[in-house]
C-alpha cells in the first residue's frame, strides 16, 4: 500500500459543479496537510494549508481533514474552467524538521467543462 | 512561482553525458529541495538542503548530486545522464521547514537519450 493514495481522475465535471477531491493516507503520525494545484507544464502552487483535524475555507475552496480515518478532502464551489489543473495532495509530520519528509500524492487531473 | 527560478528549462542531452541544473531564488529561504515528477510517482525527494554548505538525501538520490554555495542558489547533477533521469524536475523552497509549506519553481523538462 502506496503511503498516500490520490485517484488520478481524469474527472470531468460541468462549469458551476461542486468538485471533491480526495487523498488517503496511511501514516497515523501526518500532521500538516496541504493541496497544490498544477496546471499543465507548470510548478505546483499551493492552495491550502491546514494543520491537524477540521476544516479550512478560502474562497471557493475548502479543505477538510478527518484524522480518524486517515482521509483529507478538498472542495471546490462553483467550478470554473480555470480550475482545470491536476491536483495534488501533501503531507508530513512533525518528525520532518528539515521538510525532508512531505509526501505527495500523484494527483487527480480535473477538468471544468464550460 | 514565489521568486524561484530554473534553469535551463528545457534541455535534451544523450546518455552518459553530464548535467547541471540550477534554482536561484530570491526570497532568502534557508531551505531548499530537488524534486522529481514522473507519471504515477507524484513528486519524490532527490536532495535537500538545510543551509549553505549543509546538503543531504532524499528518496532517489542514486544517481544525482547538489552544491550549495550561496543561499540563493542549488545546483543538481547527473555526473552521467541516463535514460531513466528523462524527468521533469522541480526544486522548492522553505522557510522553516516543517511548519512552513515548500513553493516549487517552473521546473526543467529534462530527456536523456
Known amino acids: 500500500q502506496k503511503e498516500v493514495e490520490q485517484d488520478p481522475g481524469p474527472l470531468s465535471v460541468p462549469e458551476g459543479a461542486i468538485v471533491s477531491l480526495n487523498c488517503t493516507y496511511s501514516?497515523?503520525?501526518?500532521?500538516?496537510f496541504m493541496w497544490y494545484r498544477q496546471y499543465s507544464r507548470k510548478g505546483p502552487e499551493l492552495l491550502m494549508y491546514t494543520y491537524s483535524s477540521g476544516n479550512k475555507e478560502d474562497g471557493r475552496f475548502t479543505a477538510q481533514v478527518d484524522k480518524s480515518s486517515k482521509y483529507i478532502s478538498l472542495f471546490i464551489r462553483d467550478s470554473q474552467p480555470s480550475d482545470s489543473a491536476t491536483y495534488l495532495c501533501?503531507?508530513?509530520?512533525?518528525?520532518?524538521?528539515?521538510?525532508?519528509?512531505?509526501?505527495f500524492g500523484p494527483g487527480t487531473r480535473l477538468s471544468v467543462l464550460p | 512561482d514565489a521568486g524561484i527560478t530554473q534553469s535551463p528549462r528545457h534541455k535534451v542531452t544523450e546518455t552518459g553525458t553530464p548535467v547541471t541544473l540550477r534554482c536561484h531564488q530570491t526570497e532568502n529561504h534557508r531551505y531548499m529541495y530537488w524534486y522529481r515528477q514522473d507519471p504515477g510517482h507524484g513528486l519524490r525527494l532527490i536532495h535537500y538542503s538545510y543551509g549553505v554548505k549543509d546538503t543531504d538525501k532524499g528518496e532517489v538520490s542514486d544517481g544525482y548530486s547538489v552544491s550549495r554555495s550561496k543561499t540563493e542558489d542549488f545546483l543538481l547533477t547527473l555526473e552521467s545522464a541516463t535514460s531513466s533521469q528523462t524527468s521533469v524536475y522541480f526544486c522548492a523552497i522553505s522557510r522553516t521547514g516543517v511548519t512552513d509549506t515548500q513553493y516549487f519553481g517552473p521546473g526543467t523538462r529534462l530527456t536523456v537519450l
Open positions: 501514516n497515523s503520525a501526518f500532521q500538516y
Open positions: 501533501a503531507m508530513t509530520s512533525l518528525r520532518d524538521n528539515y521538510g525532508q519528509n512531505f509526501v
